[in-house]
């Protein structure tokens, strides 16, 4: 039923379902040495069971937030029975660093964090150097936006795993329609497994 509002906002929904069928041949055909669905399921119950009850999808792609929306729809309703599951929350870096990054950063050691990295940009700005530096920002000139957005998530991963705080990184090739089907059936995967190891009917 998704599909007829995601056609109809322009999205290509043949690319999407192409997406997320590569990805389910990936998940069904590889062993679960080399699965990233199944070790992603498998190490979030690791930490699970070492004391991490909350996971944190961050984003550094303002596109992404309802990606956020979604995945915490999927896990927080299938996994969250018999008092059981992962507390699922998200959050769009950088915009929530002063305030969800501070407690991520330095709060009760409750949690566990997955990062999106969207690999490729679709669209890119250059920085240009400003006649006066009244910012003090001139070093990035000629620099792009994306290096500067993959900047600030490098340097707050690093904040956050000084703080203890594990960390995941799921990549994404691109932003597009292929891409996104494969990540919306890699969670979707992943959820089952992770769901079976908690041992949620």
């Known amino acids: 039923v998704g599909l007829l509002p995601i056609a109809a906002s322009g999205a290509d929904i043949e690319k999407l379902m192409e997406g997320a069928r590569s990805m389910r041949k990936l998940c069904l055909e590889t062993e679960v040495e080399k699965n990233d669905a199944i070790q992603y399921a498998l190490i979030r ?16 792609e303002p596109i992404f937030h309802y990606v956020g929306e979604w995945w915490k729809q999927l896990y927080g309703e299938s996994e969250g029975k018999d008092q059981k599951g992962i507390f699922p929350a998200a959050v769009d870096l950088t915009t929530d660093l002063h305030s969800m990054g501070q407690f991520i950063q330095d709060g009760a050691r409750i949690m566990f964090e997955t990062v999106l990295n969207v690999e490729e940009s679709p669209a890119e700005i250059v920085l240009q150097r400003e006649d006066v530096d009244t910012d003090g920002m001139n070093y990035l000139a000629g620099k792009t936006v ?3 957005n993959k900047s600030a998530m490098n340097g707050t991963i690093l904040a956050h795993t000084d703080g203890s705080v594990p960390n995941l990184m799921v990549k994404i090739p691109a932003q597009d329609a292929y891409s996104l089907g494969q990540l919306f059936y890699f969670f979707e995967f992943a959820c089952g497994v992770s769901g079976y190891i908690l041992g949620v009917n």
């Open 45 to 60: 119950n690791i930490l699970h069971a070492k004391g991490k009850s909350v996971e944190v999808l961050a984003n550094y």
């Open 146 to 148: 994306d290096f500067v």
